[in-house]
């Protein structure tokens, strides 16, 4: 088991910066794979960045070259750093773990076991 907590989100004007952290406790941070998601109201979770057991990263189309994930080993926190920020990135955004790399895939939300309670990030234009 391992439990999930974010903050850092809030209320922004459109071009704006904001970081989420999600915060890792229970076990050994560098088993699991670090995802963050999204979910607007009325729309599927969507996959947002991600970093592997080995420090790679990965992002969607739609936030590369503004966002960009990143991990601390000792604190055992991932980030989400969010510079121009867009109305369309309105959403809750959430922080997500896995452990076992079969059939892992970094976008895929169902491969994700631990989820945190999300934190709600409002762009306002």
Known sequence: QVQLVESGGGLV????SLRLSCAA?????????MGWFRQAPGKEREFVAAITWNGATYHSDSVK??????RDMAKSTVYLQMNSLKPEDTAVYYCAAEESRINYSY?????????GQGTQVTVSS
């Not at 406790?25 to 794979?33: L, V, Y």
Request: no cysteine; charged share 20%.
């Open 65 to 70: 070259g503004r966002f960009a994930i990143s």
């Open 13 to 16: 004007q459109a071009g704006g």
């Open 25 to 33: 406790s229970g076990r050994t941070f560098g088993s699991f794979a």
């Open 107 to 115: 976008r895929d939300y169902a491969r994700y076991d631990y989820w």
